[in-house]
């Protein structure tokens, strides 16, 4: 008789399982789509600035980094930190 009983009890708790799994699904697509918005607004952003400023130059890396932060505050994109928090800007160079 247990024999019979273990299988239905798993099907049970499978199926008790799949339910709250799908429940924590269906709750994250609209905080994985705002994510992801604001990474493909950071993306596009980073790619017109180097498109506008492409040369390796400090001038070139300030001019990129300016850019950059004034299309992320005009698309309400998160805004870039400094690598280094002594830095002024996200560069490397010193």
Request: glycine fraction near 6%; include cysteine.
């Amino acid at each position: 008789m247990h024999e019979g009983f273990r299988p239905s009890l798993l099907v049970i708790l499978a199926a008790v399982c799949g339910i709250a799994a799908s429940e924590v699904h269906a709750q994250q697509p609209s905080e994985l789509k705002q994510s992801e918005t604001a990474w493909k607004a950071m993306d596009n952003c980073k790619r017109q600035a180097w498109k506008e400023h492409p040369d390796y130059t400090r001038e070139g890396s300030a001019r990129r980094n300016k850019a950059m932060r004034l299309c992320l505050q005009v698309n309400h994109a998160p805004p870039i930190s400094p690598l280094d928090p002594r830095e002024g800007t996200g560069s490397s160079q010193r």
